[in-house]
């Protein structure tokens, strides 16, 4: 499973990776492989305002449907409709080319709630048992 170091993860299995006021938000590799191959993505509209925890979409794979947490306040200011039309892309490269939004974030200090690269692993490690 990579957890990569510089990124910043939720305990509902999204990563954050800080790019100044904005924040681009994906499902870590651990989802993406508990979840299976994925068949579909439910994004939001540009322009939604999130709210921490917010659900703000779905992942439909060929096991399940989950939903995807935010895990910052912010707006929608872009969207993944690359990843949305080739969901395989959240397989191959959940860290790269699989993003799903980017918010530009309103309250930054959300970001202290979050989980190391190294907090995560043992988070994800303890809650697969």
Do not use: C
């Not at 959240?90 to 690269?117: F, I």
Request: aromatic share 8%; proline share 4%; hydrophobic share 40%.
């Amino acid at each position: 499973m990579a957890t990569p170091e510089g990124l910043l993860y939720s305990k509902t299995h999204e990563w954050v990776r800080v790019l100044g006021d904005v924040a681009e938000i994906g499902i870590t590799d651990h989802a993406q492989g508990e979840l299976g191959d994925v068949v579909y993505l439910d994004l939001p509209e540009v322009g939604r305002l999130l709210a921490y925890d917010d659900i703000f979409g779905a992942v439909e794979s060929v096991k399940a449907v989950s939903d995807l947490y935010s895990p910052l306040s912010g707006d929608v200011i872009e969207v993944n409709t690359e990843a949305a039309s080739a969901t395989d892309l959240v397989n191959s490269d959940p860290y790269g080319q699989g993003w799903m939004v980017r918010l530009r974030m309103t309250r930054p200090e959300e970001l202290q709630q979050l989980l190391t690269a190294e907090q995560y692993a043992a988070f994800a490690a303890e809650s697969a048992h």
